[in-house]
């Protein structure tokens, strides 16, 4: 499991960048195939040696606080929604450096993030075992899906 | 965003419609939009990397989900949508993307694409770039579906 470890630091750091506060890994099991969303998900598909996605799911009002904390003035939905897919993509990117940095020739690539959000939404990748990595912040529930051939 | 882009995923969705037996597929009028409201309550979405970097989104409503997952399943009855219809969905967007990426790498464009992801509820919103995307209505005997393109060229 040591992409997931890589996946963990990067999103930690990401965080940490991005919205000046620490958040820490609650538990890590495996995800159920079908993954009933909170409300906003963010996808973010990997191309290369290995394929697989990201999915980073979270409620509104978490996507709406994060935003807050970049800009306290602009309580707009989609730069919220923005806002989780940038976090996202950071934390992906930044893992995806690093693993291709350690394991020499896997040729990692992120595809763009594409954002998603309603009501009663569930989410189904086939053929991809994901690992469910939960955060439990002072602004809600992240959840990250990492799922990547051979993990 | 160039015709041609657009074309190869029309024509592989018309080729992969047709392989099934479906008939003859109808493109209607191309148009673009910044975000996506999701007229239809099932998307299936790949990403792209490489030369073209992006999502492909193809959006449908229920009855027209379960009409190709049960030609893909060799007519097998899908009365809801379940894990082996959702991954009859998944291989469908998969030979589409993977028909279009062919017909683009003709043209010396090397693109990877990710595996599907099915996403299906209410009142969905969908932006799938940070461009523009283009959305195509596709009829077919099956019913309708939804192309939509976000690529960053």
């Not at chain 1, 690992?131 to 899906?145: A, C, K, L, Q």
């Not at chain 2, 990426?101 to 299906?120: C, F, G």
Request: hydrophobic share 45%.
């Amino acid at each position: 499991m040591e992409y997931i470890n890589i996946f963990n630091n990067s999103i930690r750091e990401a965080f940490q960048g991005m919205f000046d506060k620490t958040i820490t890994l609650e538990s890590e099991t495996s995800a159920p195939g079908w993954i009933l969303s909170k409300g906003v998900a963010v996808i973010i598909g990997i191309t290369g040696e290995k394929k697989g996605r990201v999915l980073l799911d979270m409620p509104f009002h978490t996507a709406m606080e994060l935003a807050a904390r970049l800009d306290p003035d602009l309580n707009d939905e989609d730069f919220a929604l923005f806002t989780a897919a940038e976090f996202c993509n950071v934390a992906s990117g930044g893992a995806i450096t690093a693993i291709n940095n350690k394991f020499g020739g896997i040729g990692l690539r992120l595809a763009t993030p594409s954002i998603f959000t309603g009501t009663n939404s569930k989410i189904f990748s086939p053929n991809l075992k994901a690992v469910r990595m939960s955060y439990n912040t002072r602004f809600g529930e992240i959840d990250f899906h990492i799922a990547l051939e051979g993990v | 965003m160039d015709e041609k882009y657009v074309s190869a995923f029309i024509h592989s969705i018309t080729g992969v419609f047709a392989s099934f037996g479906a008939g003859e597929t109808v493109s209607g009028s191309i148009c673009k939009k910044d975000s996506f409201i999701c007229r239809y309550n099932l998307t299936t979405i790949i990403g792209l990397s490489g030369n073209i970097k992006g999502n492909v989104a193809l959006s449908m409503p229920y009855d027209t989900a379960r009409k190709i997952a049960s030609v893909m399943m060799m007519g097998m009855e899908v009365a809801e949508i379940d894990e082996m219809s959702v991954s009859a969905l998944g291989e469908m967007t998969n030979m589409v993307c993977g028909q279009a990426v062919m017909e683009l790498s003709s043209r010396n464009l090397a693109i990877d694409i990710t595996p599907p992801t099915v996403i299906h509820g209410d009142n969905m919103k969908a932006y799938i770039s940070q461009v523009e995307t283009i959305v195509v209505e596709i009829s077919s005997s099956l019913g309708s579906i939804e192309l939509n393109l976000g690529l960053e060229i």
